[in-house]
């Protein structure tokens, strides 16, 4: 059984930065992709961000230059660093692990708020 947990949504203010977190349970999880999706109110799920299982990651171009995504397999766990975050950036934001089979597990998501 695996399962994914996000953590580290916040409010936070335009320009400003959040680190989101998620930890993943079971053996599967290094050999596995990570990615992060968002999904704002009345839109579609998107991709944010990935990393590969050998630490190859791609990014949104709404992403890149702003956001890292990073993963620590001992700790079974993938950061997302958001830097300059803007209004638009505001959303749920989920994690997901790939296994090598294809198949997607997801979180349950964290809130995510850019306002003044």
């Known amino acids: 059984q695996v399962q994914v947990v996000e953590s580290g949504g916040d409010l936070v203010q335009p320009g400003g930065s959040l680190r989101l977190s998620c930890a993943a349970s079971g053996s599967r999880f290094t050999l596995s992709t990570m990615r992060w999706y968002r999904q704002a109110p009345d839109e579609q799920r998107e991709f944010v961000a990935g990393?590969?299982?050998?630490?190859?990651?791609n990014y949104a171009d709404s992403a890149k230059g702003r956001f890292t995504i990073s993963r620590a397999n001992a700790k079974f766990t993938v950061h997302l660093q958001m830097n300059s975050l803007k209004p638009e950036d505001t959303a749920v934001y989920y994690c997901?692990?790939?296994?090598?089979?294809?198949?997607?597990?997801w979180g349950q998501g964290t809130q995510v708020t850019v306002s003044s």
């Open positions: 997901a692990l790939i296994t090598t089979s294809g198949y997607t597990y």
């Open positions: 990393i590969s299982s050998g630490g190859i990651t």
